[in-house]
Structure formats: structure tokens, C-alpha cells
Nanobody, 117 residues
């Protein structure tokens, strides 16, 4: 299974972006999908995750109310809608899959999100 992330870019503070992450390869099945980010000089943090079958979601406090994670099971794709973006949201964003509910085993390439003030 491979994950392909897209949708990053440059946006002004207060703007929006939508990230996509498509899974390809053999029939895709996973316990959960998530979005992570890593800013320069900072540790990687989990931004949001979604249970693949139940749709239950969880968000980092820093993005609650601004970001929404969703998935399209038929397309094996997970999305991250990012609204009211702030300069501190600037980071490389990665999508990941947790196939068994134990750890994030499969990672996509990063996509850069830059928010200007």
C-alpha cells in the first residue's frame, strides 16, 4: 500500500486549504488514518485521525474547530479540510495509516503548507 498526499500550498492567514491522501496498491483496509505535521525545528505532531470504518475522529487541541478530517472509503482517500489557517500551522503535513490499531505503519510523502501573516 502506498499513500499519496496532495493539496498543500501557500495561503494567507485566515484562508483555507484541503489536503487529500489517496491509498493505492492492493485492496486497502486499515484501522485508522491520520494527518501529522512537522514544522522546522519541532517534533512531529498528530493533527487529526479518523477511524476508517466507524468514522470517529480525534483532533489536536491546536486545530479543534478549524480542521476537519474525513474519508471516502470507496476512493480509499482521506481528507483534511483546514480553515482559519494561522502562521503557526505552517509545516510539512503527512498522512499515515494505522492498519492494526497499534501504530502508524504506512506513511505518505509530505506536502508543504505555508501560511503567511
Amino acid at each position: 500500500v502506498q499513500l499519496q498526499a496532495s493539496g498543500g500550498g501557500l495561503v494567507q492567514a485566515g484562508g483555507s486549504l484541503r489536503l487529500s491522501c489517496a491509498a493505492s496498491g492492493r485492496t486497502f483496509s486499515t484501522y485508522a488514518m491520520g494527518w501529522f505535521r512537522q514544522a522546522p525545528g519541532k517534533a512531529r505532531e498528530k493533527v487529526a485521525e479518523i477511524s476508517w470504518y466507524s468514522g470517529l475522529t480525534h483532533y489536536a487541541d491546536s486545530v479543534k474547530g478549524r480542521f476537519t478530517i474525513s474519508r471516502d472509503n470507496a476512493k480509499s482517500t482521506v481528507y483534511l479540510q483546514m480553515n482559519s489557517l494561522k502562521p503557526e500551522d505552517t509545516a510539512v503535513y503527512y498522512c499515515a495509516a494505522d492498519p492494526t490499531g497499534t501504530r502508524w505503519d504506512v506513511w505518505g510523502q509530505g506536502t508543504q503548507v505555508t501560511v503567511s501573516s
